[in-house]
């Protein structure tokens, strides 16, 4: 009976300590969710009002702006200079512009959905507004999180738990017909040698490891936790000591999805090539196009005049195309000097043209 209770205390204790910080973790979670509350401008009454996105539904006329989360998908009425980013769908980092004109051809891929924005993008410059056509598991992103949800297989750590303990139950099968047969061989009495084998049988049974099992887990988790990473189930954390290769991905997870010139390189040396690059770009505009503004913020950083830039006669003789893969401007200098070409784009379409 004694043992018995040790068994049942220690299955409690095991039970406990992995639900606590399981649910540590989800409340954690759950905190950080509504710090971030996902908001929509939406027209209902006759009026703009802001509601949460989860009281969207399908028909609402939503407007959209810069440094908003789309809350649904929807499909465009009007857009103005409207960019996205769609890294936590694509894992694309550059910009995507949309607009509110029919698609000419069937879409293919989501980058040729340009009248549509999904849920989950975030809106990076301009501004537009349309009608939400579908909300929460009903959205792409949506349906991809339900179909990763639906994904709970068991991980190696609970496999070789599982191994082990079909073993150890295969030999206590074992000890117990062993040891029942032979105290029967031996003349004791039938009762007496059961219990027996009963109690070898149970011996075999490492009552205290999934509670130490569950202790260095948790230990685990709370040694992550003072790391600033929350452990949402416990076996990961044996799980991810054993991986080798952790794929995941990249933009916006390890990195800032943010475009930066890192090194400059020119005989004419770095202020030259960079007024030529801040010349070709969208300058001085800004928040067009991730590499247009990494260029201006590289020009900063060399303490360029950029007034004086700007204040330079440039035209675009030749636009970029996705064929072409390099576009050319012409950049007008005052008598007695004549005017320059500056053809930027791809290093081998630059290279050809010349």
């Given at each position: 009976f004694?043992?018995?209770?040790?068994i049942?205390?220690l299955?409690?204790l095991?039970?406990?300590?992995?639900?606590?910080q399981?649910?540590?973790?989800e409340?954690a979670?759950?905190s950080l969710?509504?710090?971030?509350?996902?908001?929509?401008?939406?027209?209902?009454?006759?009026?703009?009002?802001?509601l949460?996105?989860a009281?969207?539904?399908?028909?609402?006329?939503?407007?959209l702006?810069?440094?908003?989360?789309?809350?649904?998908?929807i499909?465009?009425?009007?857009?103005?200079?409207?960019?996205?980013?769609e890294?936590?769908?694509?894992?694309?980092?550059?910009?995507?512009?949309?607009t509110?004109?029919?698609?000419?051809?069937?879409?293919?891929t989501?980058?040729?959905?340009?009248?549509?924005v999904?849920?989950?993008?975030?809106?990076l410059?301009?501004?537009?507004?349309?009608?939400?056509?579908?909300?929460?598991?009903?959205?792409l992103?949506?349906?991809?999180?339900t179909?990763?949800?639906?994904?709970?297989?068991p991980?190696q750590?609970?496999?070789?738990?599982?191994?082990?303990?079909?073993?150890?139950?295969?030999?206590?099968?074992v000890?117990l017909?062993?040891?029942?047969v032979?105290?029967?061989?031996?003349?004791?009495p039938?009762v007496?040698?059961?219990?027996?084998?009963l109690?070898?049988?149970?011996?075999?049974?490492?009552?205290a490891?999934?509670?130490?099992?569950?202790?260095?887990l948790?230990?685990g988790?709370?040694?992550?936790a003072?790391?600033?990473?929350?452990?949402?189930?416990?076996?990961?954390?044996?799980?991810?000591?054993?991986i080798?290769?952790?794929?995941?991905?990249?933009?916006?997870t390890?990195?800032?999805?943010?475009?930066?010139?890192?090194?400059?390189?020119?005989?004419?040396?770095?202020?030259?090539?960079?007024?030529?690059?801040?010349?070709?770009s969208?300058?001085?505009?800004?928040?067009?196009?991730?590499?247009?503004?990494a260029?201006?913020?590289?020009a900063?950083?060399?303490?360029?005049d950029?007034?004086?830039?700007?204040?330079r006669p440039r035209?675009?003789?030749?636009?970029?195309?996705?064929?072409?893969?390099?576009?050319?401007?012409r950049?007008?200098d005052?008598?007695?000097?004549?005017?320059?070409k500056?053809?930027p784009?791809?290093?081998?379409?630059?290279?050809?043209?010349?």
């Amino acid at each position: 009976f004694l043992d018995g209770l040790i068994i049942l205390g220690l299955l409690a204790l095991n039970t406990g300590l992995m639900f606590l910080q399981e649910y540590r973790a989800e409340r954690a979670l759950e905190s950080l969710r509504r710090l971030l509350p996902v908001q929509a401008q939406v027209c209902r009454d006759g009026r703009w009002q802001t509601l949460p996105a989860a009281l969207l539904v399908p028909g609402d006329l939503v407007r959209l702006s810069a440094g908003r989360l789309v809350p649904a998908d929807i499909r465009l009425l009007r857009a103005v200079g409207l960019q996205v980013s769609e890294a936590p769908l694509t894992g694309e980092s550059l910009w995507q512009e949309k607009t509110a004109d029919p698609l000419p051809v069937p879409p293919r891929t989501l980058r040729d959905l340009r009248n549509v924005v999904l849920a989950g993008s975030l809106v990076l410059a301009g501004e537009g507004e349309g009608v939400v056509v579908a909300t929460g598991a009903a959205t792409l992103f949506g349906q991809t999180a339900t179909l990763l949800a639906d994904i709970r297989r068991p991980g190696q750590f609970h496999r070789q738990l599982d191994h082990f303990a079909a073993f150890l139950l295969r030999l206590a099968l074992v000890l117990l017909g062993v040891v029942l047969v032979a105290n029967i061989a031996l003349g004791r009495p039938p009762v007496q040698s059961l219990a027996l084998a009963l109690a070898v049988a149970l011996g075999t049974a490492p009552e205290a490891l999934p509670a130490v099992t569950a202790t260095a887990l948790a230990l685990g988790a709370a040694h992550l936790a003072r790391q600033r990473v929350l452990t949402r189930r416990l076996a990961a954390i044996e799980e991810l000591s054993g991986i080798d290769v952790l794929c995941t991905d990249k933009t916006g997870t390890i990195t800032q999805n943010r475009t930066v010139v890192e090194e400059v390189w020119s005989p004419l040396g770095p202020e030259t090539l960079l007024a030529l690059a801040v010349l070709c770009s969208s300058f001085p505009e800004e928040g067009r196009d991730p590499v247009d503004d990494a260029l201006i913020s590289a020009a900063r950083a060399h303490r360029l005049d950029l007034a004086r830039l700007a204040a330079r006669p440039r035209r675009v003789i030749l636009p970029f195309t996705a064929e072409r893969k390099r576009m050319c401007v012409r950049l007008e200098d005052p008598p007695p000097r004549s005017s320059a070409k500056a053809p930027p784009g791809l290093s081998w379409s630059v290279v050809t043209s010349c």
